[in-house]
């Protein structure tokens, strides 16, 4: 049996390893367009999903500033993927990156790590954390983020075998390339599962590693250094989160990301805004524990943060 899986595991991994970087080039085709000179970028993963540029714009508009905002979130598109994208990014010359972070933003599992922690959760031995030591030819989003790239690989393939791959995807507001549209993202959760002890609001294991042992904190830092020295302001935002949720995660877990906060802040001389912990939960804006409801007026407070947040930022300048 074992010999069976590493047959086939080698077969699947030579298969992934040797196809075009489907992620990369996405990204390719947007960031060589021609875009305003003007422009900002808002950086996320599916937890900004609800941020609505055009509100956004909207109210920068009304301050004065007529600047095209692009929301270029996109799920499960984390540091490492941003920084293996960010000589396209740099070639635009944002004035402005905003970037949504949330704790599930540095969970280290299901990813190789830069040193796992002695007093780290149990966990088995895996085999992609071997596989690091290679090199890949095409393909190297495989191996820093491999449920990333092959979602993405076999969607690829799903939509050509389709014969939508050449349609115009839809997408949830304007300027929003690479987030597709998606109408489970309006309904909210019941309200018996965000309660502590229901499904949707329980601390499930998934653990930070110490910021000097977090790959991705590493490469969260390592983009903003590289966009700073191109002159591109960087904003950092906390995405906001059940106060159930919260209050169950361990406490080493919290002190883990409020000291990547902080350090930040002291790095690289900004206020990270936090939302995180803003938002009652009574509310029905909530479709789990760290994602919010879009296309409703209830959450266009999360639009109108990051307008305010921006506007601060310019008011600096």
């Given amino acids: 049996m074992i010999i069976s899986f590493s047959i086939a595991f080698t077969i699947f991994f030579a298969t992934m390893s040797s196809l075009p970087d489907y992620v990369y080039e996405e990204h390719e085709k947007f960031y060589l367009q021609e875009l305003p000179d003007e422009k900002i970028f808002i950086f996320g993963s599916s937890h900004t999903f609800a941020i609505n540029p055009t509100i956004v714009s909207d109210i920068l508009s009304i301050e004065g500033h007529n600047h095209t905002v692009f929301h270029l979130g996109q799920g499960s598109f984390d540091a490492e993927e941003r ?32 040193e796992k ?7 088995l031995p895996r085999a992609r954390d071997f596989l690091t030591v ?33 349609e115009v995807l839809q997408r949830p507001y304007p300027n929003t390339p690479f987030f597709l549209k998606d109408d489970n993202a309006k309904i909210p959760a019941e309200q018996k599962d965000l309660e502590v002890g229901g499904k949707l609001a329980s ?9 000097e042992k977090n790959r991705t904190y590493a490469a969260l830092k390592e983009l903003i250094h590289e966009l700073h020295s191109n002159e591109i302001e960087v904003i950092i935002f906390t995405v906001p989160h059940h106060k159930n949720w919260l209050e169950q995660l361990p406490i080493q877990q919290k ?7 902080e350090n930040l802040e002291q790095e690289f001389d900004f206020e990270v805004f936090r939302l995180h912990d803003k938002y009652d939960d009574e509310l029905d804006i909530w479709v789990d524990h760290d994602h919010l409801i879009s296309h409703d007026k209830k959450t266009d407070f999360y639009s109108q943060e990051i307008a305010k947040m921006l506007l601060t930022e310019m008011k600096e300048q």
């Fill in 255 to 261: 002190q883990i990301f409020d000291d990547m906060l």
């Fill in 117 to 123: 922690p002695i007093d780290s959760f149990i966990e």
């Fill in 134 to 166: 290679f090199s890949l030819p095409l393909n190297s989003g495989l191996i820093d983020n491999p449920k990333f790239a092959t979602i993405n690989t076999i969607n690829h393939f799903l939509q050509t075998w389709d014969g939508k791959y050449d």
């Fill in 83 to 114: 920084l293996r994208t960010v000589d396209l990014v740099i070639s635009q010359k944002p004035e402005i990156v905003i970037y949504g972070i949330a704790y599930q933003t540095f969970y280290s599992h299901g990813r190789s790590t830069i």
């Fill in 203 to 211: 601390f499930r294991g998934n653990e930070i590693y110490p910021m």
